[in-house]
């Protein structure tokens, strides 16, 4: 029987980060993942697919919508979507290939097949063809992420009533795409198809969209969205999906308890994902599963098994890929004697629509929630020469800092690229930096980064220079 010092189950983000660092530390390491390709639903279904259709959406949209005002005549522009999909795959492709050269660079083991566990230290490893393997490990960590969720009264056909893993995979432009759940990846495929020149309906339950983030962002993405042609329907409940040949109507109730009807050719259900441990045998090993389907995990995200730990999507916190990274460093760091350590109020939070939007620490609701004294200051995308000379104008960087210290609470920012702008902020924050440390940093001239310098001295003493 094979041994290892560490067992990862799941190739995600999170397993095979925690794998490279097991090995940096010089663990002997196992990784187990059921598909033949590594890297989890970020690189093959998630983060990775979704961002090549967002980026080849957006040429296409600026192509028809913006390239004239350039002065750029580019006669008709037609879309090749077969082309785009494909070109989509290409990059995972490379991606996930990129995966498995570095579990051969670190000289990690690879298993192919489901890890489920016989006790605390040994895994077994079924193939596809039904033959299994049995490995032993003193330590494991559960890195088996999620699956899209859905509600109990709809049924998934992935052909038209879909997930967000077929719409990275339509063989058509919708021609009326209507989105239950207006969260992250509802919003961001929206916005794909809206842009190749489908209708798009989002069906909210809460009173707006993108509801965990800071309320300010939720209303400028949805004005930017509308006045691009997105519909959207906030507290309304989904009471039934129904499919008829290519036709899919979708119910829900309106505020006023009335009935809306919504006929569409397809519907993405994306209401939130749930831990996945489908075949994983965790009670066998003694690892506990909370109600919600999570594995259970204390401060250091140990089981209740003490020599198995779990990590990412199917742990309690953000479902994000740099969450799950930062959990994978931790964990290998954790068995080496390390005293790592994460601020989960530092994990940023994005949407990568256009423009972006992007968040971390605390928003405007929970300070007031939590009754600390704040101070804000804001600065508009469209006072700055770098986003006129682009034509990116929509947007703005909100600062949120302690009314008394200054310290820095919050940055919660919609404009372009702030996607990579917040990792400003994390810094700021991580150093614990006031308004006014910000402030007075040199901002290089003309960036959209300006922005943050602007909303740090709109923060600090009211006394922005540029509006
Ligand atoms: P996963 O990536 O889900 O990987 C788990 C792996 O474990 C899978 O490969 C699975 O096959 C394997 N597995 C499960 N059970 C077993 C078993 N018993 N044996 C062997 N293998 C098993 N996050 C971001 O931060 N940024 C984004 O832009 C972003 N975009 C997204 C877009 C979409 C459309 C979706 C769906 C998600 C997106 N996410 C994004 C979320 C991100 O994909 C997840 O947070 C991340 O993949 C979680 O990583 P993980 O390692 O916990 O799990």
């Known amino acids: 029987?094979?041994?290892?010092?560490?067992?990862?189950?799941?190739?995600?983000?999170?397993?095979?980060?925690?794998?490279?660092?097991c090995a940096q530390l010089g663990f002997k390491t196992a990784i187990i993942e059921k598909y033949s390709v590594l890297g989890g639903?970020?690189?093959?279904?998630?983060?990775?697919p979704s961002k090549a259709l967002l980026a080849s959406s957006h040429h296409y949209h600026d192509a028809l919508a913006h390239f004239e005002e350039h002065g750029i005549e580019?006669?008709?522009?037609?879309?090749?979507?077969?082309?785009?999909?494909g070109r989509k795959q290409a990059v995972v492709d490379q991606t996930t290939g990129g995966i498995k050269f570095l579990m051969d660079k670190n000289k990690i083991t690879v298993f192919e097949g489901i890890g489920s566990f016989e006790d605390a230290t040994h895994v077994k490893?079924?193939?596809?063809?039904?033959?299994?393997?049995?490995?032993?490990?003193?330590?494991s960590i559960i890195a088996t992420g999620s699956k899209p969720s859905n509600l109990p009264f709809i049924?998934?056909?992935?052909e038209r009533v879909i997930t967000s893993t077929e719409a990275l995979k339509l063989n058509e432009v919708p021609k009326h795409l209507v989105?239950?759940?207006?969260?992250?990846?509802?919003?961001?495929l929206g916005q794909v198809y809206l842009r190749l020149g489908a209708q798009v309906s989002v069906v909210e339950f809460m009173d707006r969209i993108i509801p965990g983030m800071d309320a300010s962002l939720s209303k400028e993405l949805t004005k930017v969205l509308k006045k691009q042609g997105m519909k959207f329907y906030t507290s309304h409940k989904v009471k039934s999906v129904n499919r008829k040949g290519k036709a899919v109507t979708v119910e829900a109730e309106t505020p006023k308890g009335e009935i809306l009807s919504l006929e569409g050719d397809y519907c993405l259900v994306s209401v939130g994902r749930r831990p996945y441990t489908d075949g994983l045998n965790a009670d066998k090993a003694g690892v506990k599963v909370t109600d919600r389907g999570q594995i259970e995990v204390n401060d250091h995200l140990q089981t209740t098994a003490s020599n198995i730990y779990a990590i990412g999507d199917v742990v309690r916190g953000a479902m994000l890929a740099h969450k799950a990274e930062e959990e994978g460093v931790m964990v290998a760091e954790i068995l080496a004697g390390q005293k790592p350590h994460i601020d989960y109020n530092l994990i940023p939070g994005v949407v990568y629509t256009w423009p972006e939007v992007a968040a971390v620490g605390k928003t405007e609701e929970q300070l007031k929630e939590e009754g600390?004294?704040?101070?804000?200051?804001?600065?508009?995308?469209?006072?700055?020469?770098?986003?006129?000379?682009?034509?990116?104008?929509?947007?703005?960087?909100?600062?949120?800092?302690?009314?008394?210290t200054d310290e820095v609470l919050g940055v919660h920012m919609i404009g372009p690229r702030c996607a990579d702008l917040i990792a400003e902020a994390v810094t700021a924050m991580e150093f614990r930096a006031s308004a006014e440390d910000i402030s007075r940093m040199s901002h290089a001239h003309p960036t959209f980064a300006e922005a943050i310098k602007e909303a740090a001295l709109a923060a600090t003493d009211n006394r922005a220079l540029h509006v």
């Open 1 to 21: 029987m094979s041994q290892f010092d560490v067992a990862i189950i799941g190739s995600g983000p999170g397993g095979y980060v925690a794998a490279i660092r």
């Open 41 to 48: 639903t970020c690189l093959n279904v998630g983060c990775i």
């Open 74 to 85: 580019v006669g008709k522009v037609k879309l090749n979507l077969e082309k785009m999909i």
């Open 125 to 139: 490893v079924t193939k596809n063809d039904g033959s299994s393997e049995t490995i032993e490990a003193k330590y």
């Open 155 to 158: 049924t998934l056909d992935k």
């Open 179 to 188: 989105i239950i759940g207006g969260g992250v990846i509802g919003i961001e």
């Open 372 to 404: 600390v004294a704040f101070k804000s200051g804001s600065f508009p995308f469209k006072a700055l020469g770098r986003a006129r000379a682009g034509g990116d104008t929509d947007g703005f960087v909100k600062i949120l800092a302690d009314a008394k």
